[in-house]
């Protein structure tokens, strides 16, 4: 196999890890004490207390145990988030983020919060 196959291997390999990445951020930010204060009718500052345990009023426990729920798996995605990073993986593959940006082209990927914000801008 020449260099440039292998680069180019590699490269796709990269575009897989950062478009699993982006599915990540999705559901993080799905999670963000903002978004769950209006899937819960509530507050942010309400799930942030929610998560640190301390006493509300504003939901019954069963909500608050969810919630509790959420933040952990947020905590759990967000710490696969560093090494999924464009700048990391360019690193880690050794190619150029633009081989990265060429391969999610080659497959017509487009970053789901993209696809997001054009869905509520339509509505």
């Not at 919060?113 to 339509?122: H, T």
């Amino acid at each position: 196999m020449s260099g440039n196959h292998l680069s180019k291997m590699r490269a796709r390999q990269a575009a897989k890890d950062y478009m699993h990445g982006a599915d990540l951020r999705a559901q993080s930010e799905e999670l963000s004490d903002k978004l769950l204060g209006v899937k819960f009718g509530c507050s942010s500052f309400t799930i942030r207390k929610v998560r640190e345990h301390m006493p509300v009023v504003a939901l019954d426990d069963e909500d608050q145990a969810l919630i509790r729920q959420c933040a952990a798996e947020k905590a759990r995605i967000d710490q696969q988030l560093p090494k999924l990073t464009k700048s990391y993986l360019s690193r880690h593959y050794q190619v150029s983020p633009e081989a990265i940006d060429i391969e999610l082209d080659l497959v017509g990927w487009e970053d789901p919060r993209i696809q997001r914000k054009k869905r509520r801008a339509a509505a």
